[in-house]
């Protein structure tokens, strides 16, 4: 088995993006594509190692890109520009998360009948927004991710199953915004999942986060336990 890599160009409206393919070569048969949606730091070796993770797992992993070729940059604030611009703007982050769907879709190594999504952070409310969308993916997990609705979605029925993967003690997503998504992913008729983790916060999949007070802290159980939970829901959703 080897885990081979490949960077896609991909287009949305005026602009390009970048996004990082990786798949076992050791497969012959186009198999299951999973999408990895980025944090507010844009695509790093953070979505970059998922997508290498879900490829030994048996599908094919695209580390998407939803800020633009040549963006990439250490500058959070620069980088929460980009974000904030893009959640005052659902329609197009919407956009540019479908278009970088629609290239993995298009890869060879992938079934393009068999795609999911998963997301940390702003990308958790990238695949909630895939799936408010209604488009045609088996399922989307978010972890430690963002709840509030686009207010472009209302009315849609969610085809996908949804998995929210959340620490109780998220400042950026409080227990009420929690029950917010429950009573939306059930007026959207989705069949929905959410798992909490107590006292635990946000970004608790990222070893570099240390700010407890701040709402941001690495959490070894609740990574390794959201993992195994996001295994077994792209197993129920595949059969790998």
């Not at 030994?56 to 604030?77: R, S």
């Not at 290239?103 to 068999?114: G, I, M």
Request: contains cysteine.
């Amino acid at each position: 088995m080897a885990i081979q890599t490949r960077v896609v160009d991909y287009e949305s409206g005026d602009h390009t993006f970048e996004g990082m393919l990786a798949w076992d070569d050791a497969g012959v048969a186009p198999r299951p594509g999973v999408l990895v949606a980025h944090t507010i730091a844009g695509r790093s070796a953070h979505e970059e190692g998922r997508a290498k993770r879900l490829a030994e797992m048996g599908y094919v992993g695209f580390a998407m890109d939803v800020y633009g070729k040549g963006t990439q940059t250490t500058d959070l604030d620069r980088n929460r520009a980009m974000m904030d611009a893009l959640r005052a703007d659902r329609e197009e982050l919407q956009e540019r998360l479908l278009a970088g769907l629609a290239c993995l879709q298009e890869q060879p190594e992938v079934d393009a009948a068999k795609t999911a999504a998963i997301g940390f952070c702003f990308g958790g409310l990238s695949v909630l927004d895939i799936a408010r969308t209604g488009a045609d993916v088996a399922g989307v997990v978010s972890l430690h991710g963002i709840f509030d609705p686009p207010g472009n979605t209302a009315g849609n029925r969610i085809t996908a199953k949804v998995l929210a993967l959340h620490g109780w003690e998220d400042p950026l997503a409080t227990p009420e915004q929690v029950v917010a998504l429950a009573d939306e992913m059930t007026a959207m008729r989705a069949d929905w999942q959410v798992h909490a983790y107590g006292n635990t916060t946000h970004a608790f999949t990222n070893p570099a986060a240390d700010d407890w007070d701040g709402g941001k802290q690495y959490d070894a159980d609740a990574d390794r336990r959201s993992w195994v939970a996001t295994r077994n829901f792209l197993a129920e959703l595949f059969g790998n």
